[in-house]
């Protein structure tokens, strides 16, 4: 698995070989692999004020002191040290917005692609 960001800026994600996905039961099984191997993160899609429901993926910046890291403003939180708040902030996102229709990992086996969208 392996993925590309497109000039028009969506995420298009590549299967090489859709069959190595017959034993995944959920998508984040499937890329697991990818995502401990990238800079691509799940992220829930209040992080950025997203109303849906959709698989977001995500590029994180490092953290760093979380002067603005409210909810809804493009932050993850990642603790408290040194008396100061820190998070990581969300650089890039995509979601999969034909969720409601379409199995994300259903796609990918069937057409060894799916293009997620930038917002």
Same mark, same amino acid.
């Given at each position: 698995? /392996?993925?590309?960001?497109l000039?028009?800026?969506n995420?298009?994600?590549?299967?090489?070989?859709?069959?190595?996905?017959?034993?995944?039961?959920?998508?984040?099984?499937?890329?697991? =692999?990818?995502?401990?191997?990238?800079?691509?993160?799940?992220?829930?899609?209040?992080?950025?004020?997203?109303?849906?429901?959709?698989?977001?993926?995500?590029?994180?910046?490092? =953290?760093?002191?979380?002067?603005?890291?409210?909810?809804?403003?493009?932050?993850?939180?990642?603790?408290?040290?040194?008396?100061? =708040?820190?998070?990581?902030?969300?650089?890039? /996102?995509?979601?999969?917005?034909?969720?409601?229709?379409k199995?994300?990992?259903?796609?990918?086996?069937?057409?060894?692609?799916?293009?997620?969208?930038a917002?």
């Amino acid at each position: 698995m /392996r993925y590309e960001i497109l000039p028009n800026g969506n995420l298009r994600l590549i299967a090489d070989n859709p069959e190595e996905l017959a034993d995944a039961d959920t998508i984040e099984e499937a890329l697991e =692999h990818l995502l401990a191997n990238s800079d691509l993160c799940w992220i829930d899609p209040s992080v950025c004020g997203d109303l849906t429901g959709a698989p977001i993926l995500a590029i994180l910046a490092d =953290h760093e002191e979380a002067v603005e890291a409210l909810p809804g403003r493009g932050y993850v939180d990642c603790g408290f040290w040194d008396d100061r =708040h820190w998070a990581y902030r969300v650089v890039q /996102r995509w979601g999969w917005m034909d969720y409601a229709v379409k199995d994300l990992l259903t796609v990918l086996r069937e057409r060894g692609e799916a293009v997620l969208l930038a917002p």
